[in-house]
Nanobody
Framework: EVTLVESGGGSVQAGGSLRLSCTASVYKYNSFCVGWFRQAPGKEREGVAAIDREDVTKYSNSVKGRFTITQDKAKETLYLQMDNLKPEDTAIYYC???????????????????WGQGTQVTVSS
């Protein structure tokens, strides 16, 4: 069983920054991926960024160069630094985990079972 709890959402103007955090109990596994997803009103949930135990990362094209995913394994915490935010980044952001995963062979669809409760990010123009 894996539990995840997000924090750090909020409201910001376009061009601003926010940092999301997620405490995750997945760090007990020898291999895993942890990632950030988002869902905007009327849209499907999409993968944003992911990282595995070896610190290999993957980003969606829409956030590459603006968002940075990192993790502190000692604190069992995942982060998403979001810079140069745009109104289209407005969404509920979720963290998710997939034990046994490696980013080089990962697909966004394999995150099925372990999700946080979500945190709202609102970017105004």
């Amino acid at each position: 069983e894996v539990t995840l709890v997000e924090s750090g959402g909020g409201s910001v103007q376009a061009g601003g920054s926010l940092r999301l955090s997620c405490t995750a109990s997945v760090y007990k596994y020898n291999s895993f991926c942890v990632g950030w997803f988002r869902q905007a009103p009327g849209k499907e949930r999409e993968g944003v960024a992911a990282i595995d135990r070896e610190d290999v990362t993957k980003y969606s094209n829409s956030v590459k160069g603006r968002f940075t995913i990192t993790q502190d394994k000692a604190k069992e915490t995942l982060y998403l630094q979001m810079d140069n935010l745009k109104p289209e980044d407005t969404a509920i952001y979720y963290c998710a985990a997939d034990p046994g995963c490696h980013v080089p062979t990962m697909t966004w669809y394999q995150f099925r079972n372990y999700w946080g409760q979500g945190t709202q990010v609102t970017v105004s123009s």
